[in-house]
Nanobody
Framework: EVHLVESGGGLVQAGGSLRLSCTFA????????IGWFRQAPGKQREGVSC????????YYEDSVKGRFTISSDKDKNTVYLQMNNLKVEDTAVYYC????????????????????WGQGTQVTVSS
């Protein structure tokens, strides 16, 4: 059974930083990619970043390139999303998900690719 738990959300001022963590169980980096999605009020869930190909490749949605960095710790079965220079428009609930195929790229990142979700963590950026 796929199981994921996010942590690290919070309230931060614009220009600040947060680091989200996603710890998972029931699968390995060889089975699935790990994707970060976000969903703002009234909007559809969108893919933000993913790590794939046994954690050797990382991809980003255009609006977060240069500000967000995804990384992994295989020993801890954990994926991180370091978010710097946060903007008000980054405000959303952030979810991590196991995504298929394991070699997924950002262009394939949509919610239908998820085989399991974490519970989500709120990120609020104030102006």
């Amino acid at each position: 059974e796929v199981h994921l738990v996010e942590s690290g959300g919070g309230l931060v001022q614009a220009g600040g930083s947060l680091r989200l963590s996603c710890t998972f169980a029931g699968f390995t980096f060889e089975d699935y990619g790990i994707g970060w999605f976000r969903q703002a009020p009234g909007k559809q869930r969108e893919g933000v970043s993913c790590i794939s190909r046994s954690a050797r490749s990382a991809y980003y949605e255009d609006s977060v390139k240069g500000r967000f960095t995804i990384s992994s710790d295989k020993d801890k079965n954990t994926v991180y999303l370091q978010m710097n220079n946060l903007k008000v428009e980054d405000t959303a609930v952030y979810y991590c998900a196991a995504v298929f195929p394991p070699g997924i790229s950002i262009g394939e990142m949509h919610p239908g690719r998820a085989v399991g979700w974490g519970q989500g963590t709120q990120v609020t950026v104030s102006s």
